[in-house]
């Protein structure tokens, strides 16, 4: 029978990205397949909430977070240490879940290693597994400092209060695993999988470009009919680099033949700033449309723009840009992070992250059609092998192996498990193998 997986985040609230939409696919894949899913998030109230016949979401009344983007509510360690015996330490004796996956480097890290220790009592052992959307080190270098030592603690604390606490790790892309690997030291190395995030391709793949919708969207950004749109969509947060936005359309204005604007979708720390920014900089030429909920509204303004502009150089995937191309949306990124995961050169237009680059890259965009529409089609392509269905396969393919690689010793003393976790490591090199562009996935393995 399929094993019950329990999966724990603080990245989800109404209005959060890349891994809450990931989470919800993956609830809706469990119920296609017919297996048992749970979902623990943080939220204004306790409830819980059925999903399907086989999913179910609880959610944890949880304080804000203190620092960072304060949307997000923040489940603290007390939910589950054994003194408390809180909301989440009842959820995991109730349910008793075959494998835990932990979403979160901060505050439920410390979960896995209880978990792995036994020192929660009342629950089985399970397997643990840390799932890493994104990078400590620029997180730090774009909340907290940019020096060199902001990336040196990033590395120790990811080599002695995460990596230790797992039995192994999944990555949302390459970049992402590369800080993992580099931070990992003897004896505590463990074996790391690279699983992409997917799209919802299916429905940008048929959108279709309105003349009456793309009107109303040239008039809301104040341009003419021959205006070129231009769009972003993502948090508007200082890790996602949105400066370059900016820096960018102050170079476009000055174009004296084409008038471009850009349409600017979502919400976070920086929106008042960017607004502000915008009619400073570059008057007229940036239309901030604030959170888009509805995924027609999201689709019809992917099918109704010219181009995509997707700034961070730091992403560690980049779903929007995966669902642009689907869209059939040309996409400006940089040549470096998780992008590059399905980006190339084939199928977009990268750019060095600084305006006069990026600002170059919108225009060959419409200087040259022939390999516009070369780049598009690739780009289609592309998008169709990272569609939900088969992202979400691959994940659970992949959980069904941790369980039934670690199942033989999971109930095992706690003194043998150091044993275990070497015994694993070293079977885990037994199906690595190179990467894969075609499927986007890859297995890498450090034996300590």
């Known amino acids: 029978m399929p094993i019950k997986t329990l999966h724990i985040t603080n990245a989800y ?5 890349g891994i809450s939409t990931f989470y919800r696919a993956l609830l809706s894949a469990a119920n296609r397949s017919g297996r048992l899913m749970r979902l623990v998030v943080p939220g204004k109230t306790t409830m819980v909430e059925e999903v399907g016949r086989y999913a179910r979401i609880y959610h944890i009344a949880a ?3 203190p620092i960072f983007d304060r949307r997000y509510s923040m489940l603290l360690p007390h939910t589950y240490l054994p003194p408390f015996r809180g909301a989440l330490w009842r959820i995991l004796k109730e349910e008793q879940p075959d494998l835990v996956d932990v979403c979160d480097k ?5 979960l896995g290693g209880f978990l792995r220790r036994g020192w929660i009592p009342g629950i089985n052992r399970p397997v643990v597994v840390g799932m890493s959307c ?21 590395r120790f604390y990811l080599a002695y209060c995460y990596i230790p606490l797992f039995d192994c790790l999944i990555a949302n892309s390459q970049y992402t695993a590369d800080e993992l690997l580099a931070a990992m030291v003897s004896p505590h190395k463990r074996p790391v999988f690279v699983r992409p995030m997917g799209a919802e391709v299916e429905d940008c793949a048929i959108a279709t470009r309105s003349e009456d919708k793309r ?11 021959t205006t070129k749109l231009l769009a972003y969509a993502g948090r508007l947060s200082p890790e996602k680099n949105i400066p370059l936005l900016i820096e960018m359309m102050e170079k476009l204005a000055g174009d004296r033949n084409s008038d471009y604007r850009l349409l600017v979708a979502g919400s976070g720390p920086l929106a008042g700033w960017l607004e502000e920014e915008a009619r400073k900089r570059a008057p007229g030429r940036i239309c901030a449309l604030g959170h888009i909920s509805d995924r027609t509204s999201l689709i019809d303004l992917y099918a109704n723009c010219d181009a995509f502009i997707h700034p961070n150089p730091r992403e560690p995937f980049g779903i929007a840009p995966l669902e642009a191309m689907a869209a059939g949306l040309p996409l400006v990124a940089p040549a470096s992070g998780g992008v590059l995961s399905y980006a190339d050169e084939t199928n977009a237009w990268l750019a060095e992250p600084n305006a006069e680059s990026f600002a170059n890259a919108v225009r060959s965009i ?13 780009a289609r392509w592309t998008a169709e092998r990272h569609s939900w269905n088969s992202i979400t396969a691959q994940f659970f393919e992949l959980y069904d192996h941790l369980y039934h690689e670690k199942s033989s010793y999971c109930q095992s003393p706690a003194s043998s498990w150091p044993d275990a976790d070497q015994h694993y490591r070293s079977r885990s090199l037994g199906y690595s193998r190179r ?14």
């Open 13 to 17: 609230h109404a209005k959060s990205g």
């Open 63 to 65: 304080p804000n977070a």
């Open 106 to 110: 901060y505050a439920l890290n410390w």
């Open 134 to 154: 994104e990078r400590m080190d620029d997180n730090v270098r774009a909340f907290i400092t940019t020096r060199e030592a902001g990336r040196r603690w990033s």
């Open 215 to 225: 009107r109303k969207l040239i008039a809301l950004s104040g341009g003419q009919q």
């Open 366 to 378: 419409f200087n040259n059609q022939a390999t516009c529409r070369d780049k598009l089609a690739r």
């Open 435 to 448: 990467p894969d562009r075609r499927s986007g996935s890859r297995d890498i393995a450090r034996q300590g």
